[in-house]
């Protein structure tokens, strides 16, 4: 199974070459060879898809078309003839004839012509077709060789040498006149993938993906329907500065120089930038099938659970960095950091080797991803039974490639065996000593060293010791990170205070599935046992079918947290478009909330709410805004800040 993103880089190669002068004209259905000479590869691309690929190499002395150099000649070729067919693998070929001779493994100083012969005829006059010049009369070949452990690297007399086996495959799938391009790169293009275009570039994950791209300098461009109404105008601009182009999602971004259209889940097959990539040819990635290629390209550190991967991420992160380590990070939730350096926050790229994702395992993605680090927090029901999250985070746990950072809990045991377990009991490796929770921080101690955590809930602190075993797993000592952790900025819509107006505060969270709301109300309770107000608590589904999965689930959660002063009410269910089912309505939870006893009701409109929000809170109160997915929430927390009356804000 090749890497689908490598179809993007021998489609960006392509696109390159067919600007050359002497470029043929290719149809969509056209069976090409590109030898990548940067990574020193081969592939076949067959009605746009890579279907072959095979470790090469090209010539030590470099890129050239001039007789008696001994450089492999760049541009555009044919195969001119296939030599050899039905000869045994290992037959010594010498002026593309058959010796009779059989190569059969023995060690031998002479570089020998092997198996297949495909030889070359270059197409661009002047270049590589022509005197002095010429592939063919130069008698450059594709064939086997008896150097079979050197591929990979360029040490080659101006042939491109294949193993025995792959040239044998390779034979069988061409035919005389197939087309070849000897690449030299993609100039300009930092990461070598040519225009990467994101469907719904507005989201979380695809503007963090869109934004490392153009960071580490390669081409990036977007559509997304927000932008196209005119809404979000200040995030559109975050991706503009950063050289991300945007489009209309019509279609219209696919054209031209496009080398791979990338979607999340959420895209749908009847969006016109999949039907234009259809019909053109370019080829669809899935969001996690780049992360992958991007997380197998550096030392990443992936992080994975069911709550707490965006804090963790961010904490990690913020180590790394404050301990010169200059990481780069890829993830879903917004960096307060970053974002008072006027960024979006969800993404940025450091110098060094090391990355950090978060990654999710709500639409499956986790498993695509070899980390060099996997840190796995927890196993909580949310958007899939357990039993199958489970079977994802073993097989996202076998393909750590140095060290696995697993919580304590007891479902999470037989991930335990050979990691490094965190936690607050006996049985953790790493665990927290001196524990103090807080209205607005934590404190605590690990292995002799104290640690302050400015912000609050155990939840947090059991997120720093993850992201402490992580940092230990990279080589930062625990001193390193004390300072960095103190001086922690946080994650935008985590439990992130927007202000205090006449003695009541106004929280804006991401709390969504029943654990993180759980969290939070608990987060929200240690800030109010000091001032004795209630908390008056907001909802909003994120989505018709996690509701209905996880109703139950939401009933208990917020029946066990909230107490009999406080007060709930829950906003319609948020809906992103597409073609969910709407057989389920926050109405209906209510009733189950209220049959338990909760002092709970239906918000019928924003606007009902924020007029009862400002008549209801009084001195002490703490306003609590939880809901995922949907931008527009952080609007309506300020606007409750914003409309609470009396007194100045602080």
């Known amino acids: 199974m090749f890497d689908p993103v490598l179809t993007a880089r021998y489609r960006a190669l392509l696109l390159t070459g067919l600007a050359r002068e002497g470029a043929p004209a290719l149809e969509s259905s056209s069976r090409v060879l590109v030898v990548d000479v940067a990574r020193q590869r081969l592939g076949l691309i067959e009605a746009g898809q890579l279907v072959f690929e095979a470790v090469i190499s090209t010539a030590r002395n470099g890129l050239g078309c001039e007789e008696g150099s001994y450089r492999t000649p760049t541009g555009w070729h044919r195969i001119h003839a296939r030599i050899g067919a039905g000869a045994e693998p290992g037959s010594v070929f010498r002026n593309r004839v058959a010796t009779g001779e059989v190569w059969r493994g023995e060690a031998r100083e002479e570089d020998l012509i092997l198996t297949r012969v495909l030889t070359l005829d270059g197409q661009e006059e002047g270049w590589n077709r022509g005197p002095g010049r010429d592939s063919l009369e130069r008698f450059i070949y594709m064939h086997g060789t008896n150097q079979e452990g050197q591929l990979g690297t360029p040490v080659s007399h101006g042939c491109v040498r294949l193993g025995n086996a792959e040239v044998l495959d390779l034979f069988d799938r061409v035919a005389e006149g197939d087309l070849l391009l000897i690449a030299e790169g993609t100039p300009g293009d930092g990461l070598g993938l ?53 489009h209309p999602q019509n279609g219209s971004g696919l054209e031209g120089d496009c080398s791979a259209l990338v979607v999340s889940t959420a895209v749908e097959e009847d969006v016109p930038d ?68 006027g960024l979006w926050g969800n993404a940025w790229a450091g110098a060094s080797d090391l990355l950090v994702i978060e990654a999710d395992e709500s639409d499956g993605s986790v498993v695509r991803y070899h980390a060099a680090v996997g840190v796995l927090l927890n ?108 001086a922690f900025q946080g994650v935008a819509r985590r439990f992130q205070v927007l202000g205090t107006r006449a003695g009541v505060t106004v929280v804006d969270d991401f709390g969504h599935n029943p654990a993180k709301v759980a969290a939070s109300i608990r987060a929200a309770h240690l800030r109010l046992a000091a001032a004795g107000g209630r908390l008056l608590a907001v909802f909003q589904p994120h989505g018709f079918g996690p509701l209905k999965f996880l109703r139950a689930d939401f009933v208990e959660s917020f029946s066990a947290e909230l107490r009999a002063q406080d007060r709930l009410w829950f906003l319609d269910v948020f809906y992103a478009g597409g073609t969910a089912a709407k057989d389920i309505s926050s109405g209906d939870v209510i009733g189950d909330l209220v049959a338990r006893g909760v002092q709970a009701e239906h918000a019928p409109s924003r606007k009902w709410l924020v ?40």
């Open 379 to 486: 196993l909580q029901r949310d958007h899939k039974e357990m039993e199958a999250v489970a079977e994802m985070f073993r097989t996202f746990r076998v393909q750590v490639r140095e060290t696995a950072v697993v919580g304590e809990a007891e479902n999470l045991r037989a991930f335990a065996g050979g990691s490094l377990v965190f936690g607050f009991g006996e049985g953790a490796q790493l665990r927290t000593e001196g524990l103090s929770l807080g209205a607005e921080s934590s404190a605590f101690r690990v292995r002799n060293t104290d640690f302050r955590l400015p912000v609050p809930g155990r939840h947090n602190v059991e997120n720093a010791l993850a992201a402490i075993g992580a940092c230990m797993a990279l080589g930062v000592p625990l001193e390193a990170m004390v300072e960095p952790l103190s």
């Open 274 to 341: 999949v039907a234009a990539a259809r019909r053109l040819g370019v080829p669809v990635l899935h969001r996690s099938e780049l992360l992958a290629h991007l997380v197998a390209r550096y030392r990443t550190v992936a992080v994975t659970g069911t709550s707490g991967k965006s804090s963790t991420v961010a904490m990690i992160f913020e180590i790394l960095r404050g301990a010169g380590r200059d990481p780069s990070i890829i993830t879903g939730g917004d960096l307060v950091a970053l974002q008072r350096q």
């Open 611 to 650: 007029e009862r929000l400002a008549a209801e809170a009084r001195e002490g109160d703490l306003i609590l805004i939880m809901g995922a997915r949907d931008p527009s929430l952080t609007d309506l927390a300020k606007g409750i800040l914003a409309a609470l009356p009396g007194g100045g804000s602080e």
């Open 194 to 246: 040519g225009r990467l275009h994101f469907a719904g570039v507005g989201g979380s994950g695809m503007s963090a993906l869109a934004q490392f791209v153009a960071m580490k300098g390669g081409r990036a461009s977007g559509s997304d329907r927000s932008f196209d109404r005119g809404e979000r105008t200040e995030s559109r601009a975050q991706l503009e500065a950063l050289g991300v182009a945007i």
